[in-house]
């Protein structure tokens, strides 16, 4: 689903407010540039947002397929267990965000939320019967950096206390003590790995190729529940934290 | 090693930016020039207050300006917008892109919109990349403090090691190393005298031709 049909969800970039206000302030000021050139008749024009960005993105935590859309809005956009994960979408910072959860034989469940300047939200959709339930996780990131991989771990198992991965292959420790319901987000350099779930310090059989992790990207690997043949309690996937345009 | 001027010489090149290119004797002369010199292909095309983000689109400006190679400075006023890079870079067949942004991201009057800063910065500068061009970024000057945008040097800093950070794939020349503080006089602490920016075009167009060449296949 574009970013610009989620008008339901008050989709508006940061930053797009100041165009129309400059444009008129030009033009009731009669601040245009002369032809005649002057380096001292320059426009007064903004260098930044009245407040930072604010992203919000939805994730599907059950085994199956769910959707979900914006208030107002007809269509909806699926999350496959392929593709759980949407792209951050900008909203308006400090503005009530409404949607609903859509999940087949289960009652349709309202998304609401407000999300602050600089922040990423993420409202996963749980496992369970009834109504779709939600979990909303926030965090501020200050560690942009283009050089750099960017990984974070969202605990969502309740029965996952302290959620911890290791690096399959290496005595390493990518994060540690991450409570259910709460996210870490760490940089490492560029690399391929494979990582192993640990629970409350104890290894789960629970293993994820992450693939080839890019510099300058944002990844996010998930701990959900599962009801697995092999026993597995806990399932992990890995999304790109892209931004939609 | 080879540097970057032997890319440069003959080669299609094009300079995407805001207000600092704005008028006749300003980058759009001093850099543009300079990047003839070495032997360049240059189109120059600047929109006043225009942000990162914008070149993705057209999304009209107060002001702006255009040069193709050896000939004027075109002034645009009420018409003028930015135009989507990628064509640009296509019709142009661009091997180098040059951007000159920065102080539009500064938010000098409020507190630095990092969440913000970083999507406009990535967005363009992987826009530009997906096109196979090679692509440079100069960051903003010292100014001077003060002035109509409240510039001051701690931001221009913290700017500055923002862009340094997050604009690869993109090479970041920081314009902060070519000058000091205060040492190119400004008309209102942002956009500098024509000495100002013959200074600082001659310093950039420099630090572009001593740039490695990328190795390319």
Redesign the interface.
Known sequence: MPASTLAGLALLRSGECQRPRLILLAALAGLLCPVAASSAEIPLYPTGPSQDAAFVRFVNAQAGGLEFSAAGANTRTKLSPEQPSSPFYTVDANTRVKGRFHAGGQPASDIGLTVKPGEFATVVALPGAGAVKQAILREQPDDFNALKVSLALYNIDPQCGNAGLNVVGRSAALFEAVAAGSLQRRALNPVSISVQLLCNGKVMPTTLALGALQAGQRYSVFVVPAASPTGATQRLFITSDSVAR | MPLLSTLIAGASVLVIGD?HL????YLIKSLHDELSRQGALVHSLSA??A?P?DW?GS??M??GAERIGNGPVT?V??NASTRPVKPLIAADKAKLVVVVMG??????????????????V??L?KEIVSSGATCIWVGPPWGSEGG??GKTYARVQQLSN?LA?????CIYIDSLKLGQPGGWIT??GQ?L??AGYQAWGSAIAKAIAELPAPNKP
């Open positions: 207000s704005s008028k006749p004797d006043c207050g942000v983000s993705l999304v009209k107060v002001c002034l006023l009420q102080d539009t991201i500064a938010n000098y009057k409020k507190e630095f919109a990092k969440a913000w800063a970083w999507q406009q990535t967005s500068s109509q945008y923002f950070a997050n604009v690869a794939p008309v209102d956009h005298n024509p």
